[in-house]
T-cell receptor, first 109, second 116 residues
Framework: GQNIDQPTEMTATEGAIVQINCTYQTSGFNGLFWYQQHAGEAPTFLSY??LDGLEEKGRFSSFLSRSKGYSYLLLKELQMKDSASYLC??????????WGAGTKLIIKP | GAVVSQHPSRVICKSGTSVKIECRSLDFQATTMFWYRQFPKQSLMLMATSNEGSKATYEQGVEKDKFLINHASLTLSTLTVTSAHPEDSSFYIC????????????FGQGTRLTVV
């Protein structure tokens, strides 16, 4: 079956760095997306990885290891506005996004 | 990025009535639109996939006669919740993609439906 595993909740301090891990099992693989979702709002796109390695985009970086079925999202210089849920969504062989419950990130001053 | 507009953002309706939610792609042609629902603290659940001009493909367990989806043009898809019940209260989100294969999904703002 298809499965996504992320921590349910994480807490970090403003200005610090946090890494959100994601392991996945899918039927086929066409890359992996990370989305940010604030409470009561729709998800917004953060990153897309299809090859192994690290993709850096400003304060956010995303890493992928296809052989391990593993990805992480790294957030640097955390700001209060980064408090949100972070959704790891691999795309399967049918080009469908598979959604987990996401990781709720709480930023404390 | 591309803009997807979803309307209304919030709706309260009486049990037994129908509610229509619109999803529009404002600056691109959406060949495929997806409808999700999301309960509090849970993941997005795909309800159906619709391609312009053809019938929607519903996920297992989703009643197609209750959740009517129309994708009549490349910029508009609608979801109608018929004979709504309190258990249909949820956050409904549409997303649209511009082509086949790997494309970024652009999300609408979501619709908070409350059935009383």
């Amino acid at each position: 079956g298809q499965n996504i595993d992320q921590p349910t909740e994480m807490t970090a301090t403003e200005g610090a760095i946090v890494q959100i891990n994601c392991t996945y099992q899918t039927s086929g693989f066409n890359g992996l997306f990370w989305y940010q979702q604030h409470a009561g709002e729709a998800p917004t796109f953060l990153s897309y990885n299809v090859l192994d390695g690290l993709e850096e985009k400003g304060r956010f970086s995303s890493f992928l290891s296809r052989s391990k079925g593993y990805s992480y999202l790294l957030l640097k210089e955390l700001q209060m506005k980064d408090s949100a849920s972070y959704l790891c969504a691999p795309m399967d062989s049918n080009y469908q996004l598979i959604w987990g419950a996401g990781t709720k990130l709480i930023i404390k001053p | 990025g591309a803009v997807v507009s979803q309307h209304p953002s919030r709706v309260i309706c009486k049990s037994g009535t129908s509610v229509k939610i619109e999803c529009r792609s404002l600056d691109f042609q959406a060949t495929t639109m997806f409808w999700y629902r999301q309960f509090p603290k849970q993941s997005l659940m795909l309800m159906a996939t619709s391609n312009e001009g053809s019938k929607a493909t519903y996920e297992q367990g989703v009643e197609k006669d209750k959740f009517l989806i129309n994708h009549a043009s490349l910029t508009l898809s609608t979801l109608t919740v018929t004979s709504a019940h309190p258990e249909d209260s949820s956050f409904y989100i549409c997303s649209a993609s511009a082509g086949e294969g790997v494309t970024e999904a652009f999300f609408g703002q979501g619709t908070r439906l409350t059935v009383v």
